[in-house]
T-cell receptor
């Protein structure tokens, strides 16, 4: 069974400040990990994914995440927040073969303070 | 850029009625999924579909639910007799391959059961 835990249902940062959204996973097999973003009244858009290649993954809109097996973590970061980053962020995990469903965390709502 | 489309964007129905939610996945994709998101909660997997049959389904996907790919482009989710607790946003997704490939999500159908 696989699961992800997102710490902090709401995170507020000032414009220009570091964004850090936390995700810890649990998986009985080597996981694939994903971060999706959901803007209001829209679907889910992939930010980045880890599929057992490089542990530091760069995504769209300046986001990146680091896979740390020892900490079972896949935290999402961005050096400098923009107003347009305000959205809901979901961490998700899937198996690496034959179990392709995504298991999502509960989400973190990111608010950017001007 | 290819995208997943869903219709309708919002469906209101009476309890006990049948509803069909429609999705057009990206044309060269082979794997199809339905997820749902009850308001304020996390995104939950319902079912995955490949090669004209269900690959996996969750506990939520009981006998009241069914999926179909009636032609080469549409992928539908049917709820035979809707319940109040079926009210949610339903997302369709598709991927080219399984096992860590990006799932592309549609904008969702908001189902309201009265």
């Amino acid at each position: 069974a696989q699961s992800v835990t997102q710490l902090g249902s709401h995170v507020s940062v000032s414009e220009g400040a570091l964004v850090l959204l936390r995700c810890n996973y649990s998986s009985s097999v080597p996981p694939y990990l994903f971060w999706y973003v959901q803007y209001p009244n829209q679907g889910l858009q992939l930010l980045l994914k880890y599929t057992s290649a490089a542990t530091l993954v760069k995504g769209i809109n300046g986001f990146e995440a680091e896979f740390k097996k020892s900490e079972t973590s896949f935290h999402l970061t961005k050096p400098s927040a923009h107003m347009s980053d305000a959205a809901e962020y979901f961490c998700a995990v899937s198996g690496n073969f034959g179990n392709e469903k995504l298991t999502f965390g509960t989400g973190t709502r990111l608010t950017i303070i001007p | 850029e290819p995208e997943v489309t869903q219709t309708p964007s919002h469906q209101v129905t009476q309890m006990g009625q049948e509803v069909i939610l429609r999705c057009v996945p990206i044309s060269n994709h082979l794997y199809f999924y339905w997820y749902r998101q009850i308001l304020g909660q996390k995104v939950e997997f319902l079912v995955s579909f490949y090669n004209n049959e269900i690959s996996e389904k969750s506990e939520i996907f009981d006998d009241q639910f069914s999926v179909e790919r009636p032609d080469g482009s549409n992928f539908t989710l049917k709820i035979r007799s809707t319940k109040l607790e079926d009210s949610a946003m339903y997302f369709c997704a598709s991927s080219e391959i399984a096992g860590g490939d990006e799932q592309f999500f549609g904008p969702g159908t908001r189902l309201t059961v009265l």
